[in-house]
């Protein structure tokens, strides 16, 4: 039995992972002499974090995932109401973020080290709450769901593919994957690095 649901919330994580490292580069680069670029492709990496990760795969994982792993892994309460808490607060932090970033935008310089502190601390945050379901969660599940549960999961995560892939990307997320991947930086793009601020 293939565990597709697994596979699938590994390269999403991978693809939020590489977003989130993106950011932290761009950060450190800053805006240089091309603040339009940099501010587009910022508000766009942030969209993407609460577009799909907020909104379609954070309530897969808890509808869907974690009721079966509970059924079987009680023993696992804890760490998904920690999971649970994370997810409840993961919106409401990336609105925080967004509106940080555009503050910086708009007011300038005094309020980019406010932008700057809170995304390091949400990366940090959200790179560990993915950790955390990949050691703890996902082994688990791939011991001990069933069939019938597999079934299950992998028809919910396949049915909204992630928007910064290349396979069976919905149409609608063709202006954010360009705007993301052509103008950002590696990890996440192919665009060009941006210069020392």
Known sequence: MTHDTTQSIRE???????????????????????PDRFFDVMRAMLFYIDEFPERLHHPRESNVLFPRVLKVAPQLMNV????????????????DLQHLLLAWELLGESRRQAFEQAA????????DHMRVEETEVLPL??????????AQLNAAFDADPDP??????????????????????SPVGVGPAFGRA
């Open 12 to 34: 999403q994580h991978s693809s939020l992972a590489a977003v989130l490292r993106s950011l932290t580069m761009m950060i450190a680069h800053g805006p240089a002499d091309e």
């Open 80 to 95: 998904i109401e920690a999971l649970e808490h994370d997810h409840l607060a993961g919106e409401q932090r990336v609105r």
């Open 120 to 127: 390091a601390q949400y990366v940090r945050f959200y790179l």
């Open 141 to 150: 599940a791939r011991q001990l769901l069933s069939p019938e549960d597999w």
């Open 164 to 185: 910064l892939t290349t396979v069976n990307r919905q149409p609608i997320y063709d202006r954010l994957f360009s705007r993301i991947v052509l103008a950002a930086p």
